[in-house]
Nanobody, 126 residues
């Protein structure tokens, strides 16, 4: 069974960058579509980015498009989320997740994802 663990969160000044990593164990990550989600206090969990397993097509929320980049590091059995030009609005706990059965048109729907990491905190100060 796939297990996911996020790392790389921290405290960063507005305009800065962070690189989050989602490392898998128990299975090969490249056969899974992997999504990144985030949840701020008092808010619903929202999709950030996704990379498909079949053709490595990427998907981004409008709020992060052009600033965040999702990619695979197969040598480390990981998926990376590079976050640039961070703003205080990006402050959240970030989670990676994988679905058993992925529906492309619903890439942003967290209810379709079955495996979740424990999350990593990202705090951006102005």
């Amino acid at each position: 069974q796939l297990q996911l663990e996020e790392s790389g969160g921290g405290l960063v000044q507005s305009g800065g960058s962070l690189r989050l990593s989602c490392v898998g164990s128990g299975a090969t990550m490249k056969i899974y579509t992997i999504g990144w989600f985030r949840q701020a206090p008092g808010k619903e969990r929202e999709a950030v980015a996704c990379i498909s397993s079949s053709d490595e097509r990427t998907y981004y929320a409008d709020s992060v498009k052009g600033r965040f980049t999702i990619s695979r590091d197969n040598a480390k059995n990981a998926v990376v989320l590079q976050m640039d030009s961070l703003s205080p609005e990006d402050t959240s706990v970030y989670y990676c997740a994988a679905p058993l059965n992925w529906i492309q048109s619903r890439w942003f729907d967290s209810s379709d994802y079955d495996y979740w990491g424990q999350g990593t905190q990202v705090t951006v100060f102005s």
